[in-house]
């Protein structure tokens, strides 16, 4: 048991490359991902999970079939299994997503990213 507390300013910190989720934690089989973004990312659905994005600074704009939902620092959402969405960040933008380990960032293994542990 580690009982110090992962401070995400330090871990997002550590690199500066975007789309790419580096993994700070993990509970009950999920990821705790902090990423930076900036630019849009590519159109995707996960089949068999959810994908909560939680912004911890900057601006997102999740883009979908239905309509877009911007979210601002504090702010987050869950863009339910099967439902293709686009993130997007006009300025550079740090996120905290969730989801259960494993699960490809473009929803298809062949073109995800390989996460890291940091």
Known sequence: MDLKPVNLADKLATFDDYWSPKIVAGFNGHDVMAVKVKGEFNWHSHPDT????????????????????????????VVPKGVEHCPRAEEETHLIIIEPAGTPNTGDPETAVIKTKI
């Open 50 to 77: 959810d994908d909560l994005f939680f912004v911890l600074s900057g601006r997102l704009t999740i883009q979908m079939r239905e309509g877009d939902v911007v979210l601002g620092p504090g702010e987050m959402y």
